[in-house]
């Protein structure tokens, strides 16, 4: 097997290896608890505190707007599930883009079965939630809109600032979350200018570790806990704090926003370099909207199904998924490219590649030609 | 400051460095995500799949028992929400001991708010659970029993398989849910036997990391999520795997459950001569019940408070906790030692000294010396 080119970056990223050195000392040699009274607790709660600041900072914040988690998926649990808890917050309606992470459509299956008036928000043939639309959904008694920023299947950025306008113009009670898991550090948007209430990260997406991540409050909303207990988090979320795992994302969090604003013109260049060989490739569909960005690029070869097309890549080094890592076990066709216009057997032709700051031009002039062996033997299937 | 001696460990354990290297490759190679199809992924899910065999195995349960969680609080509140929130299991009440862990009991008082009937089993003055006072409690719609097995701050073993006993007989389709967090690795309880549905178990208090632990179904339960998603875990904890976590937490309780079934005996005499040593210092009250186990000592000298004592202690690089680590930083005396019949001015004085693997007989001729120093100062305030 070749050395692997990897190009799976929206599902996990590799931990920068800064990061870890960083961070390696709270897991090897300061193991207290940031409850405890002793140097190895202070220690702990010190840098704790450390990184808290340095996420906060990242994002305009106030230190306590940051709540740390166990990753993406709970940060959105506890947002909406949080916010319709509040009996401080009023609406009984959620709506959420069509093409929304499970973590959000999940919530928002189960905040229905307990009577929310969950709506969706649909998206254009480009993957862009559609604004007319939303503002149609606004009429009623909208406690939360939850919109993700950078689309995990599409790539697709979404127009959080316009979505910020319209709520303050029409419904300025109303709670803006924003899933941020793949935007984070990538999109250089101002989320508090933007009007976002909430922000949700995680850790492993911008090569800090598995296991982690934040629930940011960008403005004071109210939210009930989800996890109860000695009241760590501000109250917000009890249970010791993953120490290593909070240092390691607050590291993360600076590094890659650093990298990403150096790498900014060559992700572009590595990005269209993609795209001027899947335009030489026959048959190739490759989606593409005005909403595109340099990060995630969704390609189709109809009609080889996308576990096909993975296992020949896979042959020659690159390493992909087809659709959402999430539902790349199931053989249904992604809910988010069926939203977004494509056919049920282009969906199951997909295949996105996805790229980090690891992903350099330097890389070009062998993974292209990876690329273009594995394709020669797809193209005679 | 002097070399420390580290007695906190009921508060967090030092990562075994054993367990450190075993699973560093996955912070550090094997950065993908079990949910994708490449060669990354399919190593991240098979390590994945082998802890989960591994713990199931040594708890006697089936693989998929096992559901990895962000930690014990986690475990705890996925177990007491999860059970209440299910439609499947009937009655309206929960009762917990008087000295549970915040995880339970906060979570018991968030429960209440909602309706549910939560009523405190009282202990003993030896700090055990009450079986008399149990049994009068069972007499109504009892959905729910959560019992500590090792308590955290008294260091009592709960009679687990009698309260197992006296469910079977007399409250079959209770279910019996056990914060296994201190037990863990240490009390050599065959649970399953013992009729416990429930296991809540920690990954930073068994020389595994913090930000991991596991809530293991023994007897199958009917459980709602408290975070929902992607699926993971069958469905009943979303997000991805903390593969780094989860491959240390099957390793560190390998590890340790062989290393303190090794330690037994020392165990006893490391403890015995503390006890010796306490019993020899003028006015020090030692709580010491039927139930004690070597693991944990709390002791008091009123009337200085715990904190005065613990800052003595630590200048001879002894570092212990007042009362439970999550409550240190508030001025209440603890719940716990309340319960147990202390006086609010002997729970304010106290200090708990705990034990891990790494307490061996070898550090005694040091560390006793170093306490009698601290303790010379203490007397003469």
Request: hydrophobic share 45%.
């Amino acid at each position: 097997m070749a050395a692997p080119f990897y190009l799976d970056n929206a599902a996990s990223t590799r931990l920068h290896p800064e990061v870890l050195e960083a961070a390696l000392p709270f897991l090897r040699d300061c193991y207290g608890n940031p409850s405890s009274l002793h140097p190895l607790g202070m220690q702990a709660r010190r840098v704790v505190k450390g990184a808290r600041e340095t996420l906060a900072r990242l994002l305009g914040a106030p230190p306590q707007a940051v709540t740390f988690t166990a990753g993406g998926t709970e940060s959105c649990n506890l947002a909406l599930q949080g916010a319709f808890a509040s009996a401080r917050l009023k609406g009984q309606r959620l709506l959420v883009s069509a093409i929304e992470h499970p973590a959000v459509l999940e919530t928002a299956q189960r905040l229905a079965a307990t009577g929310v008036d969950v709506r969706r928000i649909p998206v254009t043939a480009g993957g862009i939630v559609d604004l007319a639309a939303l503002e149609a959904l606004l009429d009623g008694d909208v406690r939360v809109v939850s919109v993700m920023a950078l689309n995990n299947e599409l790539g697709t950025a979404q127009p959080i600032e316009a979505i910020g306008r319209l709520l303050a113009r029409v419904a300025p009670r109303t709670v803006f979350h924003v899933d941020a898991v793949q935007a984070f550090t990538k999109l250089p948007v101002n989320w508090r200018a933007a009007g976002v209430h909430l922000l949700s990260l995680s850790g492993h997406k911008v090569h800090g570790p598995k296991g982690v991540g934040a629930l940011v409050r960008l403005r004071p909303v109210p939210l009930e806990p989800l996890i109860a207990g000695g009241g760590q988090e501000g109250g917000l979320r009890s249970g010791t704090e993953n120490v290593f795992g909070i240092v390691a994302l607050g590291h993360a969090a600076q590094r890659t926003t650093a990298l990403h604003a150096a790498q900014r013109e060559q992700r572009c260049g590595y990005a269209d370099a993609w795209l001027t060989e899947l335009a030489g490739q026959p048959r190739v569909e490759v989606f593409r909207s005005e909403a595109a960005t340099p990060f995630i690029i969704s390609f189709s070869l109809e009609p080889i199904p996308g576990e096909v097309i993975l296992h020949h890549l896979e042959q020659e080094g690159l390493y992909v998924s087809t659709g959402s890592a999430c539902a790349s076990a199931k053989p249904e066709p992604s809910h988010v490219l069926l939203a977004a216009g494509l056919s049920e057997r282009r969906a199951l032709s997909s295949i996105r590649l996805s790229f980090s700051v690891f992903n350099t031009l330097d890389e070009l002039p062998a993974v292209l030609p990876a690329f273009r062996r594995a394709m020669e033997r797809l193209q005679r299937l």
